[in-house]
């Protein structure tokens, strides 16, 4: 017996409706994130992620309200991201019953923002959002780079260094995408996701690029992830949380079923 | 009615336990409380905390809630979860060391590092996900809930106990560790019950009916 590799389905979040994703130019809805957050945790969903991609911060209160109703009935983790930059922002998120935060652009601006939420509300609740692509040339040693701003703007640093950094001053958890996979279907960036993997002592959730179930269980055995996290195949019952754990788990990865 | 207190010592949110509590018990009255009178006051209490040892002790000692602890221990049906598990042993590896309650004799340990299992693989540290806990006896607590559940576990120290018949579960990372304790009128657990799904809310349901003893 040993600990369960986590299935984590993702929620995109505008203006109070989950999306279909940020990387698709015509968002479709797909209804309700209470009922889906209930749906998710009625088929086995280990831990439930919304990424908030509402664009004015007057709407935010919106996913304040979300997530009140849903830790209302769902008793799994939850998580917020999206639009996390000050202690104030994660208190709100906490009290309304997200048990962690993801926090992206605002750790890259200011890094010790990480050390203090951390400091301040646990390791336990900081989730280190990392946005990285690959910027080698052919033939050459394989590297990535964090970028922000929803894959737009580089930032020079890489990747692997920046996770240990962000692991170093407190993040609870790494949830790594690739930004040449997402929206893809293409499977995870394995090699990137093993890189990190490897680097920091704490866990990392894979994200990015999910088109089948294999592609869930190659991040683990292959990526070294201790999570994974798919947004698009599990929004249309193109798969079911269970289906999912199923075909890990016939491949001898330990789950919770 | 019968009520349940939450004690509200600044150590970490509240309303997940609160918000699940409700939930297994519509009928209970849940309150999340600082006032020593009013935990006091109460049926039954649970013990939360997340963050850091030293930090929870501090915050006991200025809230005065350290000796409030003591005697509802000695009282009525005292749920640890977590922090508030690990603040029952006697001192805590962590911050260096750190002097706990000592209401049950023992030590809070780290994981090794690197951990690693069987194959040599690194395991990560927090302990994060859902790991299976195997009832060492039977316990009103343990009621309806089937033999190696899976509960959510997110923690980087566990108890050790000095006396073994206190042990109420145990979960492998690699090596096995003690879950759950129970002693008297205490039951503490490792794991969150309010983020451990059905499981969970069954735990809290019997708590919610538990009179003491095992």
Redesign the interface.
Same mark, same amino acid.
């Given at each position: 017996m040993s600990l369960a590799k986590r299935i984590i389905p993702c929620l995109d979040v505008d203006n109070g409706r989950v999306v279909k994703g940020v990387k698709f130019v015509d968002i479709r809805d797909a209804g309700d994130p209470v009922e889906v957050a209930r749906r998710y945790d009625r088929e086995g969903a280990d831990e439930i992620t919304f990424l908030d991609i509402t664009a004015s911060s007057d709407d935010r209160e919106t996913m304040v309200h979300v997530v009140e109703e849903v830790a209302g009935e769902v008793f799994i983790p939850l998580t917020v991201g999206g639009g996390i930059r000050t202690l104030d922002d994660i208190r709100r998120m906490l009290n309304a019953g997200a048990d962690k935060v993801g926090i992206n652009t605002a750790a890259v601006f200011n890094p010790e923002f990480v050390r203090d939420a951390a400091r301040r509300f646990g390791t336990q609740c900081i989730v280190v959002a990392i946005d990285a692509k690959q910027v080698n040339r052919p033939g050459e040693p394989e590297r990535w780079e964090i970028f922000t701003h929803g894959g737009r703007k580089p930032t020079g640093l890489d990747a692997v260094a920046w996770a240990k950094k962000m692991a170093a001053h407190g993040a609870g958890e790494i949830l790594l995408t690739s930004m040449d996979r997402d929206g893809t279907r293409q499977g995870f960036d394995l090699a990137l996701t093993r890189a990190i993997s490897e680097a920091v002592p704490i866990p990392v959730i894979a994200s990015g690029g999910v088109g089948n179930l294999q592609h869930l269980a190659d991040g683990i055995i292959e990526g070294k992830a201790d999570a994974v996290l798919a947004a698009s195949i599990f929004h249309f019952a193109e798969y079911t949380i269970r289906q999912a754990k199923e075909c890990m788990a016939a491949r001898g990865i330990e789950v919770r079923l | 009615m019968s009520s349940v207190a939450v004690i509200d010592y600044g150590m #970490?949110?509240l309303?997940?336990i609160a918000?699940?509590l409700q !939930?297994a018990s519509p009928d209970v009255h849940v309150q999340i409380v600082a006032d020593p009178q009013l935990i006091l006051q109460a049926d039954r209490v649970v013990f939360p905390g997340? #963050?850091?040892i030293r930090d929870c002790m501090q915050a006991l000692v200025d809230t005065g809630l350290q000796e409030v602890i003591r005697q509802v221990a000695e009282s009525r049906p005292l749920l640890g979860i977590c922090l508030g598990m690990q603040a029952l042993l006697t001192e805590s590896e962590e911050n260096g060391s750190t002097r706990c309650l000592n209401i049950v004799p023992g030590h809070v340990r780290h994981f090794a590092?690197?951990l690693l299992?069987a194959q040599g693989e690194?395991?990560?540290?927090? !302990?994060? #996900?859902?790991?299976?806990v !195997?009832q060492q006896r039977d316990h009103p607590l343990w009621r309806n809930i089937p033999q190696?559940s899976?509960f959510?576990?997110? !923690?980087s120290y566990y108890v050790q106990p000095d006396d073994d018949s206190v042990i109420a579960g145990v979960t492998?990372?690699?090596e096995p560790f003690t879950c759950a304790l129970s002693c008297g009128n205490i039951f503490a657990v490792q794991f969150h019950p309010?983020?451990?799904?059905a499981v #969970?809310?069954q735990l809290l349901q019997n708590f919610l009916s538990w009179d003491g003893g095992g």
């Open positions: - | #970490g949110n309303h997940s918000k699940a !939930h997340v #963050g850091a590092t690197p299992d690194i395991l990560k540290i927090p !302990h994060m #996900g859902w790991n299976q !195997h190696d899976r959510y576990f997110v !923690h492998e990372y690699p309010e983020k451990s799904q #969970g809310l």
